[in-house]
């Protein structure tokens, strides 16, 4: 078992920036793969970001390429999305999961552990 727990989000205005960090507890952190997903009033549950246990690889949706980064602190246990140029349409809760074994995947149906959720508004 793994505990999740999002911070960072806020209000910012269309333009600016915000840092999440998602910090976990329970189970040896570096063993999981983590990823971002995001979900906004009426929509489903989307993916934004994930990041391989080992931190090689990372992945993006198209939508926010370019201008989302996520990362990890294995010594910290914590993973981070730093989102710039922000947009109205990126207004969302953002949550993060932690997956175990196998391999890295868009489908949050695959996590198996998740945050709370952090709400994230961007003003135009």
């Known amino acids: 078992q793994v505990q999740l727990v999002e911070s960072g989000g806020g209000l910012v205005q269309a333009g600016g920036s915000l840092r999440l960090s998602c910090a976990a507890s329970?189970?040896?952190?570096?063993?999981?793969?983590m990823g971002w997903f995001r979900q906004a009033p009426g929509k489903e549950r989307e993916f934004v970001a994930a990041?391989?246990?080992?931190?090689?690889?990372?992945y993006y949706a198209d939508s926010v390429k370019g201008r989302f980064t996520i990362s990890r602190d294995n010594a910290k246990n914590t993973v981070y999305l730093q989102m710039n140029n922000l947009k109205p349409e990126d207004t969302a809760v953002y949550y993060c999961?932690?997956?175990?074994?196998?391999?890295?995947?868009?489908?949050?149906?695959?996590?198996?552990?998740w945050g709370q959720g952090t709400q994230v508004t961007v003003s135009s």
């Open positions: 329970g189970r040896t952190f570096s063993n999981y793969h």
């Open positions: 999961a932690a997956k175990t074994g196998g391999g890295i995947t868009y489908s949050k149906s695959l996590y198996d552990y």
């Open positions: 990041i391989t246990r080992s931190i090689v690889n990372t």
